[in-house]
């Protein structure tokens, strides 16, 4: 889904944005933001949970925490005044673990005790309480009637006090629900879930009132199923935001819309990417940003999480946002209105802090008669420099195709020759300060013409 020295960590909360830095060669890992603004990271590699703290710049110091066994997820991430806290899912998702720092130890609470065979658990969502103690928020899902249980646990050192927020199997759904807590004002607990069964889907944000629930449609009507996590964030006073990602096979948004709902004095949504994964809600100075990931694939058909043959573009909604080169496996809240991105690239993880993404990348293509492509694009906001022009090959590794000088009004172009095989074309554009990849990823695969 942070422990550094004094002046390291004065450094990080007072700094808006910070350059590149690579954390870890592993591909996928989450982010998060101590009390004091110091940056954490969490991963898996192998069969270890592994704790990466920021010492210097340029520096993480890794730390192996916990065995997790291989193939376990790390599916949320948080860091209180007693350090992080990690919620992973077991290989096969049928057994749910935190793991938490305490003083100098590290604390392991399994969430799960023995499933019946056909039970899945589905994607958890975490949140602290006021003293930093973890609360998850996850479901019991049933493969062969669909029925679910959302189930709310609070951690007390190794203990765990759970209770059914949901009961009877409702709402069924075709895929396992996640689910997210959100910690309010007055210290209650609300959870979002999202479903889909039957061509209909929901979201639903559950209350506490008295010594039962009550639930609160935020976005409802045909749809498909939930795929990913699901995001819940508090803004100002009790508004609360969602957001996920659904499939949606033949509809308008092109088969998997992210949602963003708000849910204050009255209730909206609105789709900040037709075809993506939701990877992370923070708020902003400026309102609500979603980390979403949008793909294209040779399989339009089927789809698995992630497929094989993928071709990442990271985004971040908004009007500070932009397209970024690689997958954002994570965003995070940091001081003075910034924000922390965890993106996967060739190389590994890296952790970029900035309080805006000001540049933007254009690419278009023309294919002309003899099969060759004209390529031109325009790098807005940026400060001249170099932009870099990548062939994607999906299950190989992409090549450069060409590196090019910006014009003086940060324009490019450059012609390809004729392709044999299927390609996918990415303009790239690194500034030259913060070393964040600025991109786009044209949508549309270009290929040989029929016959050639």
């Known amino acids: 889904m942070k422990l550094l020295v004094v002046i390291a960590t004065i450094g990080l909360a007072v700094t808006g944005s910070a350059s590149a830095e690579l954390v870890a060669k592993v591909p996928d890992g989450l982010v998060t933001v101590t009390p004091r603004g110091a940056p954490v990271v969490g991963f898996v590699r192998g069969s270890q949970l592994v704790i990466t703290r920021r010492t210097a710049p340029g520096r993480w110091r890794q730390q192996p925490v916990a065995s997790v066994g291989r193939g376990a997820t790390l599916a949320a991430f948080d860091a209180g005044v007693a350090g992080p806290v990690a919620v992973v899912l077991a290989r096969g998702d049928r057994s749910l673990t935190v793991i938490h720092q305490q003083g100098k130890r590290w604390l392991k609470t399994r969430l799960t005790g023995r499933l019946d065979t056909d039970i899945t658990l589905g994607w958890p969502g975490l949140t602290l309480d006021r003293r930093g103690k973890p609360i998850v928020a996850f479901t019991h899902w049933h493969s062969r009637s ?32 996640p689910a997210a807590p959100v910690m309010m004002p007055n210290g209650r607990i609300h959870v979002v879930e999202t479903y889909g069964v039957s061509g209909v889907v929901g979201t639903i944000e559950w209350m506490p009132r008295n010594k039962t629930w009550i639930g609160e449609f935020l976005s409802g009507g045909r749809g498909g199923f939930p795929i990913g996590p699901m995001f819940a964030a508090r803004g100002r006073g009790s508004v609360v935001y969602a957001s996920w990602s659904e499939a949606f096979p033949g509809s308008i948004y092109g088969g998997f819309p992210v949602t963003l709902a708000r849910h204050g004095s009255e209730i909206t949504e609105d789709i900040v990417s037709e075809r993506g994964v939701s990877a992370g809600l923070v708020m902003t100075p400026h309102g609500p940003q979603v980390a979403a990931n949008e793909w294209v694939s040779g399989n339009d058909v089927s789809f698995a999480f992630p497929a094989a043959d993928t071709v990442w573009a990271a985004t971040v909604s908004g009007p500070n946002g932009s397209e970024l080169d690689g997958r954002l496996t994570d965003i995070a809240e940091a001081p003075s209105g910034a924000q922390d991105l965890l993106l996967s690239r060739p190389e590994g993880l890296s952790w970029f802090r900035t309080r805006s993404l000001p540049v933007h990348v254009t690419l278009e293509s023309e294919q002309r008669a003899d099969g060759s492509m004209l390529l031109t694009g325009h790098v807005q906001g940026g400060r001249g420099g170099k932009v870099t022009i990548y062939r994607e090959h999906r299950k190989t590794r992409r090549e450069v195709a060409a590196t090019l000088k910006l014009g003086a009004g940060g324009e490019f172009s ?13 303009a790239v554009y690194t500034d030259l300060r913060t070393g964040i990849p600025y991109a786009k990823l044209l949508r549309d695969s270009v290929a040989a013409p029929p016959g050639e």
């Open 414 to 426: 450059a012609v390809e020759p004729a392709r044999t095989e299927t390609t996918y074309y990415r």
């Open 146 to 177: 669909l029925y679910s249980q959302l189930i709310l646990a609070r951690l007390d050192g190794r203990k765990a006090h759970t209770q059914r927020v949901t009961a009877g199997g409702w709402p069924k759904s075709y895929t396992p629900p």
